[in-house]
């Protein structure tokens, strides 16, 4: 059981340059969220999706786009990356449960740098 | 304001000691509470839920104060292992958004 696995952990893009990031879990969770994180900002989020075949704008979407084709992957799309995209990106994935106990499980991270 | 704050920190404490952290929320719908670990280039981790009538495990213990939004989460008998960045997370009624705090960092010193 991985639980919610990201790739890649770390890329390097150029201004201007696209890229998808991955992220996918395997415990038939239905929401699942993407987030960024820079020093001193906290975790905000960018879109999340409370099911297969939607999705949801959070805190920061500009500059991103989002696919959930399948329950179980959510793709991050940056189309033409900008330096203020360089960050530590976190996918997380919880299950519709009670609202009590409804935690997020995290991926690892990717490490991401726009130069 | 932001919807989630916390004490700025950081808290440098000595092992043993005993920590207690801040955070206030700005929306009275919420409805859920959580605190999170959340260790240096690492992803955060539930540490515990936040039940209304507060709870403990072994050390850590969380409260909640819906009449003040107002949570707190005491560590008791610190250990080295700690040491992290503790972010507090509130829950909002649509859609199972989460918050996040900007965290509060803790160092406990041997």
């Known amino acids: 059981n991985a639980g919610v696995t990201q790739t890649p952990k770390f890329r390097v893009l150029k201004t201007g340059q696209s890229m998808t990031l991955l992220c996918a879990q395997d415990?038939?969770?239905?929401?699942m969220y993407w987030y960024r994180q820079d020093p001193g900002m906290g975790l905000r989020l960018i879109h999340y999706?409370?099911?297969?075949?939607?999705?949801a704008k959070g805190e920061v979407p500009d500059g991103y786009n989002v696919s959930r084709l399948k329950k179980q992957n959510f793709l991050l799309g940056l189309e033409s990356a900008a330096p203020s995209q360089t960050s530590v990106y976190f996918c997380?994935?919880?299950?519709?449960?009670?609202?009590?106990?409804?935690?997020?499980?995290f991926g690892d991270g990717t490490r991401l740098s726009i130069l | 304001r932001k919807e989630v704050e916390q004490d700025p920190g950081p808290f440098n404490v000595p092992e043993g000691a005993t920590v207690a952290f801040n955070c206030t929320y700005s929306?009275?719908?919420?409805?859920?509470f959580f605190w999170y670990r959340q260790d240096c280039r690492k992803e955060p981790k539930l540490l515990m839920s936040?039940?209304?009538s507060g709870n403990e495990d072994g050390r850590f213990t969380a409260q909640l104060n819906r009449a003040s939004q107002y949570i707190s989460l005491l560590i008791r008998d610190s250990k080295l292992s700690d040491s992290a960045t503790y972010l507090c997370?509130?829950?909002?009624?649509?859609?199972?958004?989460?918050?996040f705090g900007p965290g509060t960092s803790l160092s406990v010193i041997p």
């Open positions: 997370v509130v829950r909002k009624t649509s859609y199972d958004k989460v918050i």
């Open positions: 936040v039940y209304s």
């Open positions: 929306n009275s719908a919420s409805q859920s």
């Open positions: 997380a994935s919880t299950h519709s449960g009670q609202a009590t106990v409804r935690a997020q499980h």
């Open positions: 415990m038939n969770h239905e929401y």
């Open positions: 999706s409370v099911g297969e075949g939607t999705t």
